[in-house]
């Protein structure tokens, strides 16, 4: 097909969609953060490298060509957390890792946590809310997370509901970071959970809320959060936090993706 002096081939018209699909994830992956403004002004100068390329100035365009050598390498420094992030976000939707013949390699199977104990959570969730008593609850899907466990106070006790009111009570020891769930049991208390530093959040949001969004972030596992300002409810999933949640609608998002894998999309409220 020719336009003008151009001529467009399918090749090209393929090579294009894949480059602005391309572009469109990276935006994705860094809007929002510090990195998205380092992506917006590398993307402003390679078009500005082009457009002095295209009009031969040949002294400008050597300069730039040797920048943007250099830069390529300063933006994998710079955006090594996106880069993994990415590579992550592949590696969960990826077929071959959903798999249930290879999910004994990649990981356990949808539904870490019987029906029966996800209930105690929640019904946790709502006292410990209620009485403003903050508290971080992970649960576990597929990944390990062993790294996170060891960092806390190894417990693999079963599930109940007393037990975690007297994890996040005021007056325990234990009530600092986050407890996390797996196997049917709660492995820790007390852990330390990646944090957040890049997303901006409102300041209503905490210390909790940015480990919750980094532990949604290097892991698929579901993440709980409860201001022990407001008593809100949140859920933090795939790098997404959703607010201000019902702890009806808190029940039915975490069966819908522990069970389901179906990924929460809509009703993210920004604030907590």
């Not at 997404?240 to 029940?251: D, H, I, T, Y």
């Amino acid at each position: 097909m020719d336009i003008g002096f151009i001529k467009i081939n399918w090749t090209d018209i393929l090579d294009i969609i894949l480059v602005s699909f391309l572009l469109y994830q990276v935006y994705y992956l860094v809007r929002g953060s510090i990195a998205s403004r380092v992506f917006a002004g590398y993307m402003l100068l390679y078009v500005f490298y082009l457009i002095i390329k295209a009009l031969g100035l040949n002294l400008m365009t050597a300069i730039l060509q040797y920048f943007m050598g250099v830069g390529a390498i300063a933006l994998i420094v710079i955006f090594q957390q996106e880069i993994r992030r990415f590579l992550i976000v592949l590696g969960r939707n990826a077929t071959i890792t959903n798999s249930k013949f290879l999910s004994r390699f990649f990981g356990n199977a949808v539904g870490n946590i019987e029906a029966e104990n996800l209930a105690k959570v929640i019904d946790a969730a709502r006292t410990i809310a209620s009485d403003f008593n903050g508290a971080l609850i992970v649960i576990r899907k597929q990944d390990d997370l062993s790294q996170y466990t060891e960092t806390g106070v190894l417990m693999q006790a079963y599930i109940s509901k007393q037990l975690l009111l007297s994890i996040f009570s005021q007056y325990s020891a234990l009530n600092e970071g986050a407890v996390i769930i797996a196997d049917g049991k709660i492995v820790a208390a007390r852990c330390v959970l990646p944090v957040n530093e890049e997303v901006e959040v409102p300041t209503s949001m905490g210390f909790r809320h940015r480990a919750a969004l980094g532990m949604s972030e290097s892991t698929d596992a579901a993440v709980i959060v409860i201001s022990e300002q407001t008593g809100r409810i949140s859920l933090a999933v795939h790098s997404e936090l959703f607010s201000n949640l019902s702890v009806k609608r808190l029940g039915e998002m975490l069966s819908a993706y522990l069970y389901e894998n179906v990924i929460p999309v809509a009703e993210k409220i920004e604030g907590a």
